[in-house]
């Protein structure tokens, strides 16, 4: 038995030296290099991303293929989550277009970490860029479409980068947080008068997770302006419940009626002209974003267009989507056909 297992070694040996004498031994890591093992996940892709604080990953997943059209969707929040939009696929895959559903990092599918750094503006515009180059989208087949604090995203991403973009669609978000909020109170001040005492009382206390106080924005205020539907989409109810509260206060603020944290004071509404790409603004009836204002943004970039929805609100892709998604569409094919704005 003894020389048996020493026969072979000895094999084994003599097989390890004729391999080492014409290749070179790949390195530990090499075993482990990511690699495409071939396995269908459905469309859904883990995205490695880089910070200034480490690396993480974020959740995406493509639906539908299309090498000419491609759009890519940013959620709103910050820290909600694809899922409100999962609507798009009842609608984008149909007329064959390639839609790509993401969570931004911080949010539920996404890695969450808990470094406060991470969540600025312009980290988030880095990692839209790093998730284009990861999908392969470029300037011949990329459209962002974002939603509220993904249209401002989509905003600040087209500022910087939108020599990769084929076209740009910023849904129910104005270009400047001040007017945002005085927008805001303008709607405010159309409740009637005990319900907004009611709301300042909480407020003045500092009480905005309170149960009470919550159940009087979401009633009176999210079932007005938010979503009009009678009963809200099950996506909706998962998107919020599934909101990175952390994340969303510290750069949104702690309500509706008190913006506040990291995005008080922005405003590109001077910097639109600098848009060339074609841009699609769409706006709504009865959205928390004023829709003139939305329409007045269609005319400072190069190539505006605007969709008004008038039965929609701030998801007028749920609530108004006879008028929605046509427009939308309508507005890619043209981009497509190299229609001029």
């Known amino acids: 038995m003894r020389k048996i297992v020493l026969l072979i070694l000895a094999c084994w040996l003599l ?8 290749t070179t031994t790949p390195s530990l890591a090499a075993y482990f290099a990511p690699q495409d093992s071939g396995v269908q996940t459905g469309g859904v892709k883990m995205i ?17 293929n299309n090498p000419r059209i491609k759009v890519l969707l940013l959620h709103g929040g910050p820290a909600f989550t694809h899922e409100y939009m999962e609507c798009f696929e009842s609608f984008f895959p149909q007329v064959g277009f390639e839609m790509i559903e993401y ?13 406060s750094s991470l969540w600025t503006t312009g980290r988030f515009v880095e990692e839209v860029e790093q998730v284009r180059k990861a999908l392969h ?13 993904g249209g401002l995203l989509a905003m600040e991403y087209a500022l910087k980068y939108q020599q990769n973009l084929k076209g740009l669609i910023v849904c129910n978000m104005m270009a400047s947080i001040p007017a ?12 009637r008068k005990s319900l907004v005492d009611s709301l300042m009382g909480y407020e003045q206390r500092g009480a905005y997770e309170d149960s009470t106080y919550q159940a009087l924005v979401f009633k009176e205020y999210y079932n007005a ?7 809200w989409p099950e996506p909706v109810q998962r ?18 009626f008190k913006t506040g944290g990291r995005l008080l004071h922005w405003d590109r509404s001077k910097d639109l002209p600098n848009i060339t790409v074609p841009t699609l603004m769409v706006g709504a009836h009865y959205d928390t974003m004023d829709p003139d204002y939305m329409k007045w943004m269609s005319t400072q970039v190069k190539q505006g267009r605007y969709l008004y929805c008038p039965e929609g609100s701030h998801l007028a892709m749920w609530d108004d989507q006879k008028n929605f998604y ?16």
């Open 48 to 64: 490695s991303i880089q910070t200034p604080v480490g690396a993480y990953k974020v959740w995406t997943k493509k639906i539908g």
């Open 103 to 115: 969570d931004q990092l911080g949010s539920y599918y996404s890695d969450q970490p808990s470094d």
């Open 239 to 256: 998107a919020f419940k599934h909101l990175n509260q952390q994340v969303y206060v510290m750069m949104q603020g702690p309500s509706e």
């Open 137 to 149: 989208l470029d300037k011949d087949n990329f459209y962002l479409l974002g939603n509220s604090w």
């Open 326 to 341: 046509p427009g939308v569409i309508d507005f890619i094919r043209d981009v497509d056909a190299g229609q001029s704005f």
């Open 15 to 22: 097989v390890v030296s004729c391999h080492e004498a014409n």
């Open 225 to 231: 302006h938010l979503c009009r539907l009678p009963e």
């Open 180 to 191: 945002y909020e005085q927008y805001n109170g303008k709607l405010r001040s159309q409740m």
